[in-house]
């Protein structure tokens, strides 16, 4: 599986940002999905994962509220829909793949075996 992530730009604060996950080699449609960030100097952190099914999500906490992930397996694609931008949003943003059976989320990047080359969100003040 090959990971695609784009959307990445440069925000004021309180705007939005949508970041897609494009994946190809194979249908990910079984596969749980998740995004993790790293900021200059700190390490990779969970942002959100969703189920092979959509039906559950999970959020670490400084995005609840603000983020969404969802996907379209149709579209073999993953979405993160940010708002309400903050400056410590500012990262590189991956989405990641995990196959494992099982209608689960995963929050560690251990668990997640395919990653995208990342894209660079970027909030100013």
């Known amino acids: 599986v090959q990971l695609q992530a784009s959307g990445g730009g440069l925000v004021q604060a309180g705007g939005p940002l949508r970041l897609s996950c494009v994946a190809s080699g194979r249908s990910i449609s079984t596969y749980a999905m998740g995004w993790f960030r790293q900021a200059p100097g700190k390490e990779r952190e969970f942002v959100a994962a969703i189920t092979w099914s959509g039906r559950s999500t999970y959020y670490t906490d400084s995005v609840k509220g603000r983020f969404t992930i969802s996907r379209d397996n149709a579209k073999n694609t993953v979405y993160l829909q940010m708002n309400s931008l903050k400056p410590e949003d500012t990262a590189v943003y991956y989405c990641?793949?995990?196959?494992?059976?099982?209608?689960?989320?995963?929050?560690?990047?251990?668990?997640?075996?395919?990653w995208g080359q990342g894209t660079q969100v970027t909030v100013s003040s």
């Open positions: 990641a793949a995990n196959s494992r059976s099982g209608n689960y989320v995963y929050t560690g990047a251990h668990e997640y075996s395919y």
